[in-house]
């Protein structure tokens, strides 16, 4: 392990004998794993980098049209966000979704990520309309999969209240903080 400030990063002393699509495979997966120490860290630039690299590998590989590609790209739109790149984020997570609609229609999981990363990119540029929106649509398809009684889909309930009361929309508001707690 070699530790470079203070962020262990781990490099093999022997590299099992893979060849083609599975050795990139995994070189990607290990540049994912640096990105996500590294985002840990607050070091959001670097992490970038990272999912770059792994977005390309994957994108060699795999092609354009697969889970592992998509949630590189998402990761990638993540690292933006951290580094305060809104519009980079919010154009790439658009891109993605219009150019991968099949498999994210599919994918349910992958949607209400890309569609929780727009919502939270917009609010912070204090577009509350179309981050409510994208919110709404996130929270519709939690409650399919995970039913109302579920946390994650509580912190959406709570986001989404707070979107209705930065509009001024109290009676909404409090109606989707009730949610919450239940």
């Known amino acids: 392990i070699e530790v470079t400030d203070s962020l262990p990063v781990v490099i093999p002393?022997?590299?099992?004998?893979?060849?083609?699509?599975?050795?990139?495979?995994?070189?990607?997966?290990?540049?994912?794993?640096?990105?996500?120490?590294?985002?840990?860290?607050?070091?959001?630039?670097?992490?970038?980098?990272?999912?770059?690299?792994?977005?390309?590998?994957?994108?060699g590989?795999?092609?354009?049209?697969?889970?592992?590609?998509?949630m590189s790209?998402?990761?990638?739109?993540?690292?933006?966000?951290?580094?305060?790149?809104?519009?980079?984020?919010?154009?790439?997570i658009k891109k993605s979704i219009r150019n991968s609609s099949k498999l994210i229609s599919i994918n349910k999981s992958i949607k209400i990520s890309f569609e929780l990363l727009l919502g939270?990119?917009?609010?912070?540029?204090?577009?509350?309309n179309l981050s409510l929106s994208h919110y709404q649509t996130a929270l519709k398809i939690m409650i399919e999969y995970h039913g109302e009684s579920n946390k994650d889909v509580a912190d959406v309930?709570?986001?989404?209240?707070?979107?209705?009361?930065?509009?001024?929309k109290y009676d909404n508001s409090i109606s989707l903080f009730q949610k919450t707690l239940k």
Not at 35 to 43: E, N, V
Not at 120 to 128: N, S
Not at 160 to 167: A, D, M
Request: net charge neutral; charged share 25%.
């Open 120 to 128: 939270k990119a917009l609010r912070k540029k204090g577009d509350y």
């Open 13 to 59: 002393d022997t590299v099992p004998e893979l060849t083609g699509t599975m050795a990139d495979t995994m070189v990607a997966k290990w540049y994912l794993h640096q990105a996500d120490i590294l985002s840990d860290s607050a070091k959001y630039e670097e992490a970038l980098g990272y999912n770059k690299k792994a977005l390309k590998i994957y994108q």
């Open 73 to 92: 790209k998402y990761n990638i739109a993540n690292s933006f966000y951290e580094n305060n790149k809104l519009d980079s984020c919010i154009n790439l």
């Open 61 to 70: 590989t795999v092609g354009e049209i697969d889970t592992l590609t998509l």
């Open 157 to 168: 309930y709570n986001t989404i209240g707070y979107l209705w009361y930065v509009k001024g």
